[in-house]
């Protein structure tokens, strides 16, 4: 037993046999390794050489050149696939990518954030795009809509994930008609609405939708209005979900909201023509909204740095930041250099620039 009761165990050296089997392991990769390469270097793109490649990417996907090495294989087989008859050459071709899309299946389960199995998986889906017609192509980008769905349900937070969505969703309007479009870009809007009520620290989700809501409000050549009421349900969203207000994902919209009212960063958000008055207005909300919340929540810092914020973007559209103002700000600081002692240089050097 050691000191604490806790026994001490010798860490087990390995077993002559299981080094054994390691080397042999290693020894059989190199072997695959250098088979596959030189097969790829005599032009050897036959069914055997594709099923190696596959070997090697199960046992080590992080390996570019060898993803390389099966774009080729595939180029080459598509190129033959298409001098067969118009109806086979599509059937043969669609197989094709099917089944490497679902090669890649068990690899992206094992390895959701390996970049160059979602690259492979683009190409293999723009090849459907280029090489196909219309009605095939579109058919398996929407499997994939579907599928990227059944990911982000397993992994909502996947970063990967939630771009690649942005991607797929992009590429299914230009297959279709612009009233698909529309219709797509609506759907997604209640998708992000949707997965940020299963989960409101979901910042993936969170920033999902302010690409999306800029969409929307271009396809839809919305009005001032349209704008308007969209940005109070914005803001009615954002403060049910301040509720939590030490959820950092949360204010990280909040922030993004306020730039609606910023006049240097009000052209590129979702209501850019918003009256001086307006945006006193809401900003004035904002600031009262934002203070009720210390209340029982004294010891949170994003609720100072929010008043902040704010209470500087009154002073940034009236053109001057009045002394009862500048004494609140300076209060909501000492505040924050006791509870974010870690950033106690930054906060001194805001102070003198106020």
Not at 29 to 50: F, G, I, P, Q
Not at 96 to 121: G, Q, T, V
């Given at each position: 037993?050691g000191?604490?009761?806790?026994?001490?165990?010798?860490?087990?050296?390995?077993?002559?046999?299981?080094?054994?089997?390691?080397?042999q392991?290693?020894?059989k990769y190199?072997d695959?390794?250098?088979?596959?390469?030189?097969?790829?270097?005599e032009h050897?793109y036959?069914?055997d050489?594709?099923?190696?490649?596959?070997?090697?990417?199960?046992?080590n996907?992080?390996?570019?050149?060898?993803?390389?090495?099966?774009r080729?294989?595939?180029?080459?087989?598509?190129?033959?696939?298409?001098?067969?008859?118009e109806?086979?050459a599509v059937?043969?071709i669609?197989e094709?990518?099917?089944?490497?899309?679902l090669?890649?299946?068990?690899l992206?389960?094992?390895?959701?954030?390996?970049?160059?199995?979602?690259?492979?998986?683009?190409?293999?889906?723009?090849?459907a795009?280029r090489?196909?017609p219309?009605p095939?192509?579109?058919?398996i980008?929407q499997?994939?809509f579907a599928l990227?769905?059944?990911?982000?349900?397993l992994?909502?937070?996947?970063?990967?994930?939630?771009?690649?969505?942005?991607f797929?969703?992009e590429?299914?309007?230009?297959?279709?008609?612009?009233?698909e479009a529309?219709?797509?870009?609506?759907?997604?809007f209640?998708?992000a609405?949707?997965?940020?009520?299963?989960?409101l620290?979901?910042?993936?989700?969170?920033?999902?939708?302010t690409?999306v809501?800029?969409?929307?409000?271009?396809?839809?050549?919305a009005?001032d209005?349209e704008?308007?009421?969209?940005?109070?349900?914005?803001?009615?969203?954002?403060?049910?979900?301040l509720?939590?207000?030490?959820?950092?994902?949360?204010?990280?919209?909040?922030?993004n909201?306020?730039?609606?009212f910023?006049?240097t960063?009000?052209?590129?958000?979702?209501?850019?023509r918003?009256?001086?008055?307006?945006?006193?207005?809401?900003?004035?909300q904002?600031?009262?909204?934002?203070q009720?919340?210390?209340?029982?929540a004294e010891d949170?810092?994003?609720?100072?740095?929010?008043l902040?914020?704010?209470?500087?973007?009154?002073?940034?559209v009236?053109?001057?930041?009045?002394?009862?103002?500048?004494?609140?700000i300076?209060?909501?600081?000492?505040?924050?250099k006791r509870?974010d002692?870690?950033?106690h240089?930054?906060?001194?050097?805001?102070?003198?620039?106020?």
């Amino acid at each position: 037993m050691g000191s604490h009761g806790v026994p001490r165990y010798k860490i087990a050296e390995k077993s002559p046999e299981a080094r054994q089997q390691e080397l042999q392991k290693i020894e059989k990769y190199r072997d695959l390794e250098r088979s596959v390469s030189e097969k790829v270097a005599e032009h050897d793109y036959t069914a055997d050489t594709l099923k190696q490649i596959s070997e090697l990417l199960t046992s080590n996907p992080e390996y570019y050149t060898i993803w390389n090495y099966r774009r080729q294989v595939l180029r080459h087989q598509f190129t033959q696939a298409g001098d067969s008859a118009e109806g086979d050459a599509v059937d043969s071709i669609t197989e094709l990518i099917k089944n490497d899309l679902l090669f890649l299946i068990p690899l992206l389960r094992s390895f959701p954030k390996c970049y160059w199995i979602w690259n492979y998986r683009l190409w293999l889906l723009d090849e459907a795009r280029r090489l196909l017609p219309l009605p095939e192509a579109r058919q398996i980008w929407q499997e994939e809509f579907a599928l990227v769905g059944k990911m982000l349900t397993l992994d909502s937070r996947n970063f990967h994930g939630w771009g690649y969505r942005r991607f797929v969703v992009e590429t299914l309007k230009q297959l279709g008609t612009a009233d698909e479009a529309t219709e797509l870009t609506q759907k997604e809007f209640e998708y992000a609405k949707k997965m940020i009520g299963a989960n409101l620290s979901n910042f993936s989700a969170w920033h999902y939708r302010t690409k999306v809501i800029q969409r929307l409000l271009d396809e839809k050549s919305a009005s001032d209005e349209e704008r308007k009421k969209l940005l109070d349900d914005e803001l009615a969203l954002i403060h049910r979900a301040l509720i939590d207000p030490y959820d950092q994902s949360v204010w990280f919209y909040h922030q993004n909201l306020m730039c609606v009212f910023d006049p240097t960063t009000a052209g590129r958000t979702m209501a850019p023509r918003l009256s001086a008055p307006d945006r006193l207005q809401y900003l004035r909300q904002e600031i009262d909204a934002i203070q009720e919340m210390i209340d029982g929540a004294e010891d949170c810092k994003y609720i100072y740095q929010a008043l902040i914020d704010c209470t500087l973007l009154v002073a940034k559209v009236q053109g001057s930041l009045p002394h009862a103002d500048r004494d609140q700000i300076l209060s909501w600081l000492s505040e924050l250099k006791r509870l974010d002692p870690l950033r106690h240089g930054r906060w001194l050097d805001f102070e003198r620039t106020l």
